[in-house]
């Protein structure tokens, strides 16, 4: 949600798509986050790896948005026509797309479903998406996911600590520690958050793929 200037709230849009996730399930995962500028939507989720998938993607600095339920008609091998609801699909920044299949690792392996998976997948077309992947919960990287997790958690903004952080970055000239830059902001824990929010927004970036700490390295992000 976002804040006002006056103390009011403006709710986040709530995505529609044209399958509804049913949730509140005893036995099942379900639920929705928030997401965008200014946490301005909010998106249903029907599994945990879901969830994680959608965060990481987010949090990649070449994903520009993340679409959910996106349905796809098909024709199957009985020429039958159907329709798949791809669970994520990503806008690059380069502008290509990106479909996402999310199943568990269990369903991926069975056989059945690998090859709907793959009758679906031969029929996307350029004007639907430049490429189709499957995630399960084996293809998420645990340093990705924890940085992921991280920024998302601490995605709401701090002002004071968020300004005083940007002008201490754009003072470097070279990597630093983050436990430094947190020192220089002078907000402790609140100087923390907001070097997170920076690595977040990509001004700032890791210099090795490590787990976002105290004593992990950052540098202003290098322009492509």
């Known amino acids: 949600m976002k804040y006002l200037s006056d103390g009011g709230l403006v709710m986040p849009e709530r995505i529609q798509t044209s399958r509804?996730?049913?949730?509140?399930?005893?036995?099942?995962?379900?639920?929705?986050?928030?997401?965008?500028?200014?946490?301005?939507?909010?998106?249903?989720?029907?599994?945990?790896?879901?969830?994680?998938?959608?965060?990481?993607?987010?949090?990649?600095?070449?994903?520009?948005?993340?679409?959910?339920?996106?349905?796809?008609?098909?024709?199957?091998?009985n020429g039958e026509?159907?329709?798949?609801?791809?669970?994520?699909?990503?806008?690059m920044t380069d502008g290509s797309?990106?479909?996402?299949?999310v199943k568990s690792e269990y369903r991926?392996?069975?056989?059945?479903?690998?090859?709907e998976?793959?009758?679906?997948?031969?029929?996307?077309?350029?004007?639907?998406?430049d490429e189709v992947v499957i995630m399960t919960e084996r293809?998420?990287?645990p340093v990705e996911l924890f940085n992921a997790e991280m920024m998302h958690e601490m995605r709401r903004p701090d002002p004071v600590a968020d300004a005083t952080a940007r002008r201490i970055m754009n003072e470097m000239v070279a990597s630093a520690q983050i436990q430094d830059l947190v020192d220089a902001i002078g907000l402790g824990a609140r100087g923390f958050r907001a070097i997170v929010r920076l690595i977040r927004s990509h001004e700032l970036q890791l210099v090795i793929k490590v787990r976002i700490a105290h004593e992990a390295y950052v540098r202003r992000r290098i322009s492509k």
């Open 20 to 77: 509804k996730v049913a949730k509140g399930r005893r036995t099942h995962f379900t639920g929705q986050f928030t997401f965008g500028p200014d946490e301005g939507q909010t998106m249903d989720i029907e599994s945990h790896t879901e969830l994680c998938t959608a965060l990481v993607t987010i949090a990649r600095p070449d994903v520009a948005g993340l679409e959910n339920q996106v349905p796809f008609k098909w024709v199957k091998p």
């Open 81 to 91: 026509t159907a329709t798949h609801h791809f669970d994520f699909r990503d806008l």
């Open 97 to 101: 797309r990106r479909a996402i299949m």
């Open 108 to 115: 991926r392996r069975q056989p059945e479903v690998q090859r």
């Open 117 to 129: 998976l793959a009758q679906i997948a031969a029929q996307v077309t350029p004007g639907f998406a």
């Open 139 to 141: 293809d998420l990287d």
